[in-house]
C-alpha cells in the first residue's frame, strides 16, 4: 500500500481544519519547555460540609474541582517564593486539567508547572508540593511529581472533546 492509498483509507486531508482538540494540543506541544514539571494530584471524591444547620456530604463537581485547585495553586507559590507571593502576587505558571469529568473515573488534577526560580533545586519540589498539599483537606494522600517529557501535553489532552477544552481550567493558566 503506497501513502495515497492509506491516506484515502485513514480519510487524511491536509488541507482539513484541525479540531479543537488537534490545535490545542499542537500549541502546548509548543509550550512543552515552558513547563518543566509534571504533577498529578487526586481528590477526595465527596467532602463533609458542617454548616449551621448541621453537616452533609457534598459530592465533588468541577466548580469545587477549580476551588480546590487554586487554593493548591496559592499554597505551592507561597511555599516556593513565601511571603512575596501574596505580596507582590509572585507565582508558578500552571496548565491545569481536571481528568474524570466525562469518562466517570474519579476526578483527579494534572499539571504542568512551569517558572520554577533558578534557587529551587529538583530534588526539592516533592517536598515543596508535599507541603502544599498536606494544607488541604479535599486532597487525597496520592500524588506525583514528575519532569515533563514530550508526551505529557498530549496525556493532559486525552480528555479534551473534539469541539471543546472545558475540562481545561484556563482561568488558572
Not at 3 to 29: E, F, G, H, S, V
Not at 58 to 83: C, P
Not at 94 to 120: F, Q, W
Request: glycine share 6%.
Amino acid at each position: 500500500m503506497n501513502l495515497d492509498q492509506i491516506r484515502q483509507k485513514t480519510a487524511y486531508c491536509p488541507t482539513a481544519m484541525p479540531t479543537q482538540k488537534q490545535a490545542t494540543r499542537t500549541w502546548l506541544n509548543s509550550l512543552h519547555k515552558q513547563y518543566p514539571l509534571a504533577l498529578t494530584l487526586t481528590l477526595k471524591q465527596s467532602n463533609l460540609v458542617k454548616n449551621a444547620n448541621g453537616a452533609y456530604i457534598q459530592k465533588l463537581d468541577k466548580d469545587e474541582v477549580r476551588r480546590i485547585a487554586k487554593h493548591f495553586t496559592q499554597k505551592l507559590n507561597q511555599q516556593v517564593f513565601g511571603s512575596s507571593a501574596k505580596r507582590y502576587g509572585n507565582g508558578l505558571k500552571y496548565l491545569v486539567v481536571v481528568e474524570g469529568e466525562r469518562t466517570g473515573k474519579n476526578l483527579h488534577l494534572h499539571m504542568a508547572i512551569g517558572d520554577l526560580p533558578s534557587y529551587v533545586k529538583w530534588n526539592e519540589v516533592d517536598g515543596l508540593v508535599r507541603n502544599a498539599k498536606f494544607k488541604i483537606s479535599e486532597l487525597d494522600a496520592q500524588y506525583k511529581v514528575d519532569i515533563v517529557d514530550s508526551g505529557w501535553m498530549e496525556y493532559l489532552t486525552k480528555e479534551l472533546g473534539m469541539k471543546d477544552t472545558d475540562n481545561v481550567l484556563w482561568d488558572l493558566a
